[in-house]
């Protein structure tokens, strides 16, 4: 039966290697190439599971695909498709992973990737800004931006602030019914069932890390990687410009504060450097940015015994683990989605968490640009010439003119100049 989905999945295929741009860049391109081009879906079909996905934590470019294979085929093309859209990025920001590991041994060709790590807030700093043209639309979503905002520039290194905040948005904008009223009377049951293997996975991967890091297992870095990713990949509203602070938070700034230094010293950790040039590379690759995983999932387990193994196996957990909620959740979910809208709880959730999304950006901005800003007295034009970059490429966004890839090439060339 699967042959005959061949010229679709051949499409997929050429969609993963040739899509640029981020949510926004893969959306254009499957219209171009499933409604336009192939007809699988109808434009207004493609509009609604935009918009669907969009509602869900995850990755949305990487949902909407998905049910489009969804539509044609069932449940085996759609795991297919999903297979071949995330492989080509996973494969290279694995080989990024080995690449920066040998880099940073031999400490003479890091230079060049000096100015992708302003680059990546800046490509944050403007994902805020775009996000906030239509998120931020009343005095409700202004207060809980700010609120989001400072909450997670002072709370930056506690690691219940992101799902904290995004909670308590969606609660906030539930408190009146006079923006999204209820339309009709909602059906009276849904049938919850099949979301219960996205809820046991969530329980046995965060019962299975906290043992292995209690009893202090020797193998404990796997299972510690697949709760991590898991959880980012479960709770991460507003895509990779969310995701991105979130691991920040949890494998380069938690694992140098001083409780976790003392009580546990063998949590994964990513240097500061790595992290930001793997986010800022991912933007210069084709495909979702939450292969993103694949590179973290390397980069926390590079120290892990026997090398290069465990630094593969952690690229494949990071892989999996980042992308199984998007799947689990979008093709639980769909099935009912026509009940769901008819809740008008699920929208105005949706208008405080979109509103915090904002926030949890802007947030991050600040404090990530505290970081690669200071020492400006010293002496060192560095300083001027990472918040120049950052500003570069918030214009070089806004003009809609020039494409990631270019940005990322501009800074790599930077980097070899200075």
């Keep these: 039966m699967l042959l005959r989905h061949i010229p679709f999945l051949k499409a997929v295929f050429i969609h993963s290697i040739t899509a640029f741009g981020g949510p926004q860049g893969h959306f254009g391109m499957m219209l171009k190439t499933f409604v336009h081009q192939r007809k699988d879906v109808t434009e207004k079909e493609l509009l609604e599971y935009n918009a669907f996905c969009q509602m869900l934590p995850g990755a949305s470019s990487t949902q909407t695909l998905t049910l489009i294979g969804y539509k044609r085929g069932g449940l085996p093309l759609a ?43 800046g490509f944050i700093a403007f994902s805020a800004f775009r996000m906030s043209k239509f998120s931020i639309t ?54 919850w069932g099949n979301i219960v293997i996205f809820f046991t996975l969530f329980l046995i991967a965060g019962t299975l890390s906290e043992k292995a890091r209690k009893e202090d297992w020797p193998n404990r870095a796997p299972y510690n990687l697949f ?25 380069v700034v938690r694992p140098n504060t001083e409780y976790i230094e003392k009580e546990n010293p063998k949590v994964l950790k990513i240097r500061q450097e790595d ?28 120290n892990s015994n026997p090398k290069p193994q465990m630094q593969l196996l952690g690229c494949v957990i990071g892989a999996i683990a980042i992308f199984l909620p998007s799947a689990l959740l979008v093709l639980f979910f769909f099935p009912v989605w026509h009940n769901l809208k008819k809740y008008a709880i699920i929208f105005r959730s949706l208008e405080g968490i979109n509103a915090s999304v904002v926030g ?26 990472n918040l120049f970059v950052v500003a570069g490429t918030f214009y070089a966004l806004s003009s809609s003119r020039i494409k990631p890839p270019y940005i990322v090439i501009a800074c790599l060339f930077l980097g070899l100049i200075f």
Excluded at 91 to 100: E, Q, V, Y
Excluded at 280 to 297: D, E, K, T, Y
């Design 79 to 121: 795991i297919l498709t999903l297979i071949i859209w995330i492989l080509p990025a996973c494969t290279l920001m694995s080989g990024l992973s080995f690449l920066l590991d040998y880099f940073g041994k031999s400490n003479d060709y890091m230079y060049v990737f000096k100015f992708i790590q302003p680059m990546a807030i």
């Design 138 to 191: 009343n005095t409700i979503t202004r207060v809980i931006m700010v609120a989001a905002a400072a909450l997670t520039f002072f709370l930056f290194k506690t690691p219940w602030v992101f799902p904290a905040v995004i909670l308590a948005a969606g609660i906030a904008t539930n408190f009146s019914d006079k923006r999204i009223p209820q339309k009709g009377v909602p059906p009276k049951k849904i049938k």
């Design 227 to 251: 709760e991590n990713l898991y959880r980012f990949g479960s709770l991460v509203f507003g895509g990779g410009d969310v995701l991105m602070p979130m691991m920040y938070q949890q494998y």
């Design 275 to 302: 992290f930001l040039t793997g986010s800022g590379i991912v933007r210069a690759i084709p495909g979702p940015v939450f292969s993103i995983g694949a590179f973290m999932g390397g980069m926390a387990m590079q």
């Design 360 to 385: 949890i950006m802007i947030g991050a901005t600040v404090f990530l640009l505290k970081n690669i800003s200071t020492d400006m007295l010293d002496g060192s034009f560095l300083p001027f010439i």
